[in-house]
T-cell receptor, first 112, second 116 residues
Framework: NAGVTQTPKFRILKIGQSMTLQCTQD?????MYWYRQDPGMGLKLIYYSVGAGITDKGEVPNGYNVSRSTTEDFPLRLELAAPSQTSVYFCASSYSLGGELFFGEGSRLTVL | AQKITQTQPGMFVQEKEAVTLDCTYD???????LFWYKQPSSGEMIFLIY??????QNATEGRYSLNFQKARKSANLVISASQLGDSAMYFC?????????????FGGGTRLMVKP
């Protein structure tokens, strides 16, 4: 049972580059989320999705885009990377609105 | 606005003893969920336990139990029979349940260190 899988686990970007963080879950969850965790802090919501074809902004969406073409996949796109986007990114999913969130292992991104 | 407070930045516990990690919260939403996550040094977020605001009984999951006192707005995590592998950061979090976009608000975390 893979759960939530994120790739890559580590990545270094130069300022202005773009990249996509991949996230896939095999639990048939409707709800998926992208969070970022800055050093010593809790998580902040970037984008979320309540089902295929439906996405919406969270607390800190600027500089990111998402898509949800299937139930399983929820990629996060970084356009024109900036040093402020250096963080650990977590993808998560849940079966229901009130259910627990299952997190991927995180993707550590450094922008230099 | 939601707020989570964890007043213990770090704690030591002797192996095999029980430990309580404090969490208080503040919200005006009537329907919310409370979560505890463990983050070991490897960085992943591991879900431990969940308590809904309307749940009548305190949640339990193996060695983890949640001491939910709604009137006092506290949701303390109790770990029984501590193990060396319990050494990690522990985050309390809450989310209002009326909208999928409500952010999961995290406390500042408590670093638990289990002594052999």
């Amino acid at each position: 049972n893979a759960g939530v899988t994120q790739t890559p686990k580590f990545r270094i970007l130069k300022i202005g580059q773009s990249m996509t963080l991949q996230c896939t879950q095999d639990m048939n969850h409707n709800y998926m989320y992208w969070y970022r965790q800055d050093p010593g802090m809790g998580l902040k919501l970037i984008y979320y999705s309540v089902g295929a074809g439906i996405t919406d902004k969270g607390e800190v969406p600027n500089g990111y885009n998402v898509s949800r073409s299937t139930t399983e996949d929820f990629p996060l796109r970084l356009e024109l990377a900036a040093p402020s986007q250096t963080s650990v990114y977590f993808c998560a999913s849940s079966y229901s609105l009130g259910g627990e969130l299952f997190f991927g292992e995180g993707s550590r991104l450094t922008v230099l | 606005a939601q707020k989570i407070t964890q007043t213990q930045p770090g704690m030591f516990v002797q192996e095999k003893e029980a430990v309580t990690l404090d969490c208080t919260y503040d919200t005006s939403d009537p329907s919310y969920g409370l979560f505890w996550y463990k983050q070991p040094s490897s960085g992943e977020m591991i879900f431990l336990i969940y308590q809904g605001s309307y749940d009548q009984q305190n949640a339990t999951e193996g060695r983890y139990s949640l001491n939910f006192q709604k009137a006092r707005k506290s949701a303390n995590l109790v770990i029984s029979a501590s193990q060396l592998g319990d050494s990690a950061m522990y985050f309390c979090a809450m989310r209002a349940l009326d909208n999928a976009g409500n952010m999961l608000t995290f406390g500042g975390g408590t670093r638990l260190m289990v002594k052999p």
